[in-house]
């Protein structure tokens, strides 16, 4: 019998250590496991005889850290410990001990009498205990055969400490009145009077610094999970023994019997026993227009009642509601999305070997060639210091700094820098519809009065007669009506005819408005004009009303959700990037194919739940698509945690932003083409900052190798290369929108 189980995974440092532990409980007999490194689980299926302590084991055989999933705590109030929160103080005691090392080994002013043991006393608990997260991963690495970019950043820095502490205790760096003469000649000298401890405290802070807004910038995957949870019904009001109880909704059982209100939300998954209603269903399916119920039809959890009482009893309550499964699509999603490698990882995966080989070359060329031993190996931790450059911590976070400051004054937020990746690589963009490409909300269209009628009398009447009633749909007619012709007359002898219109009585008219059906049953005269304008209309995806009075329909009102007026460029954009637009949409497709052959999209899915969402990436990327994702609902949520890039509609649902890779804040579609240039240049910038992190140390690599290089040589590189990585992440400021 196959079983799962969830690992929480500790230890990992970067996307090959998650490879590393797939690799290890995949060669299990009878195992399949997925590892997430952004959301620190593993999930894993498997058969007997193999055992969840087993796994385990292997976890940890593998050097790293996993435990069993925990029994739910009812006790909620406890926020899981914030990792940027550890960093950021480990980094504020690093910056407080590092700058004086680096001020007084830069500064001769500041070199008074043994301060170079004032140094050694400010700098060992950076090298020792800042950087002790480094040294744990290099070690991890060695065993595994592998090196990242805490590899580089371990073994420079202990090279430069170590070499400190030889020339303080062994060497002549350690009498009384040495300084660092303040110039960047090339000479030889005896690398035993010289120390780099404001290399090895510098190149610490800089990478805790880097790591630190990685880590602040850094998703919460489980936002998304609590965000959905959020969103069903809190209580419910149960009917029980005739009277009304009102219990938390986790007190719900299949088959109670529970009263909404109009406004609610409808508590779980259920069919209506009685009233009649309408239902918003468009966070969850997408529709623009609500679904009108009556006894017998089926409603799910999560979803708001617009206007009459509903008596509902529950067919579906807890983890086995839509909005749960929802919920679960999400994490599957999360936990099944490749994470990419930090940039900087798979260059000093390269870099680093190539660095320990051109070491271990120059100690034996110098043994070889008759020099001391002395000399060879201070020429040896010297090719070590210079290699490891402080700006590869800079290189990506002063970036995404910039270019996520850049986004936000242009209303585009970028959740990591592992986003970035995918953006670069994306050649399809799936778009919903509803809130995304059109506005989400109802609105009055179109006004068509029968001949001999005036179209705003018919408006007017309409508008004062839907006035009284909370249908979205009248609520749309009453607002259009309101805005074009300021105040309606007033209305006597109201009745909301449940499901099929309203009526009323203006200025001594009996008015009836509703479905054209609705006037013919009433044995009103409907002119063969207004018919055929009625069926067009509603073969456009629009919601037709008729209006009449005294026996005769006056005028037809068309309702749809509008496009927002931004649409047609941003597909137009879109296309120029070299992106294929695809509407997806739960919405019919008749509605579908109008409003995408309005804003210029050619290939359409209607009438899809959000799981068929889903398996639309997923299709795609099975044929070898890049697909982004753009959405703003709940049904969106799983789909845009599946993309290869998500991104959010800012007036969207708190599910969709925290399943998102990007947010874009306002509701303007041309903001996607704008976030995608955005991501693409920081993207590059990145590069551009790695390629020259290394390159002004891999310049001075010769230097050392030479015993040519010195204390204020190895600063200038550590300098310059900053300088460099920051000046050049500030180009990004220049960035100017498509809008």
């Known amino acids: 019998m196959t079983t799962s189980v969830e690992l929480s995974i500790g230890g990992m440092t970067c996307a090959s250590c998650a490879a590393r532990i797939e690799k290890k409980l995949n060669r299990l007999d009878g195992v399949t496991a997925t590892v997430n490194f952004a959301t620190e689980k593993a999930r894993v299926a498997y058969d007997d005889p193999v055992t969840p302590d087993e796994l385990v084991a292997t976890v940890e055989g593998a050097g790293y850290q996993a435990t069993l999933p925990q029994p739910a705590d009812t006790d909620t109030t406890d926020e899981p410990d914030d990792p940027a929160a550890a960093l950021l103080r480990r980094l504020l005691i690093c910056v407080a001990l590092s700058v004086p090392v680096i001020a007084m080994a830069m500064i001769p002013a500041l070199q008074f009498t043994n301060w170079q043991w004032l140094s050694l006393t400010l700098a060992a608990p950076v090298v020792v205990w800042g950087a002790w997260p480094f040294h744990q991963a290099a070690w991890a690495n060695l065993r595994h055969g592998t090196a990242t970019m805490d590899t580089l950043i371990s073994v420079g820095t202990l090279a430069a400490f170590g070499w400190s502490l030889y020339a303080l205790f062994w060497g002549t760096a350690g009498m009384p009145g040495m300084t660092h003469a303040f110039q960047l000649t090339i000479t030889r000298s005896d690398g035993s009077g010289n120390i780099y401890l404001e290399a090895a405290a510098g190149v610490t802070t800089f990478i805790l610094a880097g790591r630190y807004f990685e880590a602040r910038a850094k998703r919460r995957a489980g936002a998304a999970l609590r965000a959905l949870l959020e969103m069903g019904a809190k209580e419910v009001s149960v009917r029980r023994d005739g009277t009304e109880h009102r219990i938390p909704i986790d007190q719900l059982r299949t088959g109670d019997e529970f009263v909404v209100r109009p406004g609610e939300k409808i508590a779980a998954d259920g069919q209506v026993i009685e009233g009649s209603s309408a239902v918003d269903a468009s966070m969850l399916t997408g529709e623009s227009v609500p679904v009108e119920v009556q006894p017998g039809d089926d409603v799910v959890g999560a979803t708001v009642n617009a206007d009459g009482i509903l008596v509902v009893r529950a067919t579906r309550v807890g983890a086995d509601t839509q909005l749960a499964q929802i919920a679960r699509m999400v994490e599957d999603a999360q936990n099944g999305k490749a994470q990419a490698q930090r940039l900087a990882d798979r260059v000093s995966g390269v870099f680093v070997p190539i660095v320990i080989a051109l070491a271990a070359a120059t100690l034996g060329f110098w043994i070889g060639a008759g020099f001391s031993v002395s000399a060879a190996v201070t020429a040896a931790v010297a ?256 789909a845009l945690a599946q993309a290869d890039l998500g991104l959010a509609m800012g007036s969207g649902t708190d599910v969709a932003i925290e399943a998102s890779d990007l947010t874009l804040v306002g509701d303007d579609l041309r903001a996607v083409p704008d976030a995608i240039r955005l991501s693409r240049k920081t993207l590059s910038t990145i590069k551009g900052n790695l390629f020259w992190a290394f390159a002004y140390n891999v310049a001075a690599l010769p230097l050392a190798a030479a015993g040519l290089l010195n204390p204020m040589i190895a600063g200038a590189a550590m300098a310059f290369s900053s300088v460099f990585v920051v000046s050049n992440s500030l180009r990004l400021r220049a960035f100017t929108p498509s809008r």
């Open 383 to 638: 090719v070590l210091i210079i290699a490891c450059p402080c700006a590869l911590g800079l290189a990506t976070p002063t970036a995404l700094m910039v270019g996520t400051g850049r986004g936000a004054q242009l209303g585009i937020v970028i959740k990591g820098p592992e986003v970035l990746e995918s953006t670069r690589r994306v050649d399809t963009v799936i778009v919903d519809k509803t809130g995304t490409v059109t506005t989400g909300t109802m609105a009055l269209v179109d006004v068509l009065a029968a001949d001999g009628e005036q179209p705003d009398e018919v408006l007017s009447i309409a508008g004062a007669v839907e006035g009284s009633s909370e249908h979205p749909i009248a609520r749309a007619i009453t607002a259009g009506a309101r805005t074009k012709l300021g105040e309606l007359p007033a209305v006597a002898a109201f009745t909301n005819l449940r499901g099929l219109g309203v009526e009323g009585s203006v200025d001594g008219r009996a008015v009836l408005v509703g479905r054209v059906r609705l006037l013919s049953e009433r044995a009103y005269d409907v002119p063969d004009e207004l018919a055929d304008a009625a069926q067009r209309a509603e073969n456009d995806g629009r919601t037709t009303v008729a209006v009449g009075w005294d026996g005769h329909a006056r005028g037809l009102l068309m309702v749809a959700d509008a496009i927002k007026p931004s649409s047609a460029e941003a597909v137009s954009l879109l296309k120029e990037l070299g992106l294929t637009p695809i509407m997806v949409t739960g919405d019919n497709e008749a509605v579908a194919r109008t409003v995408a052959a309005q804003v210029g999209i050619d290939e359409v899915v209607a009438g899809v739940l959000p799981q068929d969402k889903v398996d639309t990436v997923k299709r795609l990327q099975d044929r070898g698509r890049v697909v982004a994702m753009v959405g703003d609902g709940v049904n969106d949520a799983a």
